[in-house]
T-cell receptor
Framework: DVKVTQSSRYLVKRTGEKVFLECVQD?????MFWYRQDPGLGLRLIYF???????EKGDIPEGYSVSREKKERFSLILESASTNQTSMYLC?????????????FGAGSRLTVL | KQEVTQIPAALSVPEGENLVLNCSFT??????LQWFRQDPGKGLTSLLL?????REQTSGRLNASLDKSSGRSTLYIAASQPGDSATYLC??????????FGTGTRLKVLA
């Protein structure tokens, strides 16, 4: 069963902490995405990556960075977490491999910053 | 700039009813359109993908249609069940990697 796996379902962090959200896909997809989802605002794209070590800013990249050292893994980094980064974070992948052209999401990571 | 709208924002129907969810988009130059389901606190699950050259796709009790010229897609759910209760989102792909999502329709099917 093909899937996108997000390592943490729930996290609670303090303001100023560095936060890592990990995402792994097993579909050999070229493209990976990080979104955040907030009530009333829908899904907003933070960053995406179309290849190893390649990244592009999405609509709301401020306060975030990403890393893609291997094709299957895409990490979202909050360098200094703030309360306004409390949100649901969703990772997705898309490509021409397994499940071609179907954007596939992970289960989500609910982050609370106190 | 592509905008995606889903109306209604919320819908309650009795079990067994057939229903239609709507998705409209402003720019007809899309590569494909995808319908998703999201349960509370969970990620999105893909339901149907319609390529730009297709008019409809079917999976079980679900049928999605696409009319690019009018900027519309509909998701038809036949014989609705309480287990269909969820938020349904559509997304269009306009340009490389750019998925634009609607804000969803929250469906409640009453037993």
């Amino acid at each position: 069963d093909v899937k996108v796996t997000q390592s943490s379902r729930y996290l609670v962090k303090r303001t100023g902490e560095k936060v890592f959200l990990e995402c792994v896909q097993d579909m050999d997809h070229e493209n990976m995405f990080w979104y955040r989802q907030d009530p009333g605002l829908g899904l907003r794209l933070i960053y995406f990556s179309y290849d190893v070590k390649m990244k592009e800013k999405g609509d709301i990249p401020e306060g975030y960075s990403v890393s893609r050292e291997k094709k299957e893994r895409f990490s979202l980094i909050l360098e200094s977490a703030s309360t306004n980064q409390t949100s649901m974070y969703l990772c997705a992948s898309w490509g021409m491999g397994v499940g071609a052209n179907v954007l596939t999401f992970g289960a989500g990571s609910r982050l609370t910053v106190l | 700039k592509q905008e995606v709208t889903q109306i209604p924002a919320a819908l309650s129907v009795p079990e067994g009813e057939n229903l239609v969810l709507n998705c409209s988009f402003t720019d007809s130059a899309i590569y494909n359109l995808q319908w998703f389901r999201q349960d509370p606190g969970k990620g999105l699950t893909s339901l149907l993908l319609i390529q730009s050259s297709q008019r409809e796709q079917t999976s079980g009790r679900l049928n999605a249609s696409l009319d690019k010229s009018s900027g519309r897609s509909t998701l038809y759910i036949a014989a609705s069940q309480p287990g269909d209760s969820a938020t349904y989102l559509c997304a269009v792909v306009s340009g490389t990697y750019k998925y634009i999502f609607g804000t969803g329709t929250r469906l409640k099917v009453l037993a």
